[in-house]
């Protein structure tokens, strides 16, 4: 399975922009950079994914670096909602329809007042 | 709108007791459906997937299976639990439509075995 790389956790603060950095040296050319962030005791929240160029949707920007090999999730201004575990997965086909998240430990992000 | 529920919300069953935990989705048709357990303080392991009625895949062996009697419906059982089976376990839910697309989390259920 490709396996991600991310810091364990992450301090910011609120109003501030945010980094969150994940490291893929094994990407596949089909492999997709999905984002979800999981808050305590809920299910993961899908936050952003891409395959090759940069995105932006109205929770976070996804920035892919030109190899693949890395990406980051950018919160432009962090409010206290967005303190989270934060984790970086590669989304591969897995026979006929089905595709497969799998999770690492992710990035916990503290963020302070 | 498609919606995910899971439930029940926490569990507390005494070791050697069956499982059984269901989860449905509304608002869609053929979904791909998934089982993960989250040990305390740890990631999220995949447990099952299913892309359709009766077709269940396993990703470790374990104590635990699943069963999809209906195109919605996603059930994780156990005959006997076991002290290790404690954990948060998630039901997940995504279209057929291949790895660029995201996935839906249910709230999940706290298993705490005794």
């Known amino acids: 399975d490709a396996k991600t790389t991310q810091p364990n956790s992450m301090e910011s603060n609120e109003e501030e922009p945010v980094h969150l950095p994940c490291n893929h040296s094994?990407?596949?050319?089909?492999?997709?950079i999905h984002w979800y962030r999981q808050l305590p005791s809920q299910g993961p929240e899908y936050v952003i994914h891409?395959?090759?160029s940069n995105v932006n949707n109205r929770m976070a920007s996804l920035a892919i670096a030109e190899d693949r090999k890395s990406s980051t999730l950018i919160l432009h201004r962090a409010t206290l909602r967005d303190a989270a575990v934060y984790y970086c997965?590669?989304?591969?086909?897995?026979?006929?329809?089905?595709?497969?998240?799998?999770f690492g430990k992710g990035t916990l992000l503290t963020v302070n007042p | 709108s498609q919606t995910i529920h899971q439930w029940p919300a926490t569990l507390v069953q005494p070791v050697g007791s069956p499982l059984s935990l269901e989860c449905t989705v509304e608002?869609?048709?053929?979904?791909?459906l998934y089982w993960y357990r989250q040990a305390a303080g740890r990631g999220l392991q995949l447990l099952f997937y299913?892309?359709?009625?009766?077709?269940i895949s396993s990703e470790v062996p374990q104590n635990l299976s699943a069963s999809r009697p209906q195109d919605r419906q996603f059930i994780l059982s156990s005959k006997k639990l076991l002290l290790s089976d404690s954990g948060f376990y998630l039901c997940?839910?995504?279209?057929?439509?291949?790895?660029?697309?995201?996935?839906?989390f249910g709230q999940g259920t706290r298993l705490t075995v005794v």
């Open positions: 997940a839910w995504s279209t057929p439509q291949g790895p660029g697309t995201e996935a839906f």
């Open positions: 094994t990407i596949s050319g089909t492999d997709y």
């Open positions: 891409g395959l090759t």
């Open positions: 997965i590669l989304s591969y086909q897995s026979g006929g329809s089905n595709y497969k998240l799998t």
């Open positions: 608002g869609t048709s053929n979904p791909n």
């Open positions: 299913s892309v359709g009625i009766g077709q």
